[in-house]
């Protein structure tokens, strides 16, 4: 009796090591696998550092009712939200805007906000859903609207968001 499970403790082994020579025998190509997608991130590192590079912006409301504007229009390079650090904010709120445009001039320009706007509510990171490649728009600019009260706002921001999941939505609904 005990050969007999000695010999089925044999042949479970043999059979479990067989199964798994394919898998090494393949080795080779997960690594080359691995090599082809590691190539693939590379040659897309360059868009993803132009068009998620945080730059700063900074608006002063000084009266309700007053518009500001980042510094200068952003080549936007996918679909991805546009992402908002609100680093101080000297105002009750405020709403913000992804407008897209054709050039870095904003030729074109149009908001491309979803749902028209997002309101700023506190200090953080946010993400800010827009539809600027949807319509045809290769350029993004961070827009704001003192809808309540004058005051100062000051951040960072990007046209493409690289960690969608890491940020809360602020667009409006309805």
């Given at each position: 009796?005990?050969?007999?499970?000695?010999?089925?403790?044999?042949?479970?082994?043999?059979?479990?090591?067989?199964?798994?020579m394919p898998?090494?025998?393949?080795?080779?190509?997960?690594?080359?696998?691995?090599?082809?997608?590691?190539?693939?991130?590379?040659?897309?590192?360059?868009?993803?550092?132009?068009?998620?590079?945080?730059?700063?912006?900074?608006?002063?409301?000084?009266?309700?009712?007053?518009?500001?504007?980042?510094?200068?229009?952003?080549?936007?390079?996918?679909?991805?939200?546009?992402?908002?650090?609100?680093?101080?904010?000297?105002?009750?709120?405020?709403?913000?805007?992804?407008?897209?445009?054709?050039?870095?001039?904003?030729?074109?320009?149009?908001?491309?906000?979803?749902?028209?706007?997002?309101?700023?509510?506190?200090?953080?990171?946010?993400k800010i859903?827009?539809?600027?490649?949807?319509?045809g728009f290769?350029?993004?600019?961070?827009?704001?609207?003192?809808?309540?009260?004058?005051?100062?706002?000051?951040?960072?921001?990007?046209?493409?968001?690289?960690?969608?999941?890491?940020?809360?939505?602020?667009?409006?609904?309805?």
């Amino acid at each position: 009796m005990a050969k007999k499970k000695y010999a089925r403790c044999f042949v479970g082994a043999a059979l479990a090591a067989a199964v798994m020579m394919p898998g090494i025998a393949f080795a080779s190509d997960d690594t080359q696998d691995a090599n082809v997608r590691e190539q693939q991130c590379e040659l897309s590192q360059e868009a993803i550092e132009r068009s998620s590079r945080d730059d700063a912006w900074s608006f002063n409301f000084t009266f309700l009712g007053a518009t500001a504007q980042a510094p200068s229009w952003r080549e936007k390079d996918d679909y991805s939200s546009t992402y908002i650090g609100v680093n101080h904010m000297w105002c009750d709120r405020f709403m913000v805007y992804v407008d897209g445009a054709k050039d870095g001039y904003g030729n074109g320009r149009t908001n491309c906000t979803e749902y028209g706007a997002a309101a700023v509510r506190h200090t953080g990171e946010f993400k800010i859903w827009n539809q600027v490649r949807e319509k045809g728009f290769s350029y993004a600019l961070l827009t704001g609207w003192a809808n309540y009260e004058a005051g100062t706002a000051s951040g960072l921001w990007s046209p493409d968001c690289w960690n969608e999941s890491a940020y809360p939505v602020i667009n409006c609904v309805g």
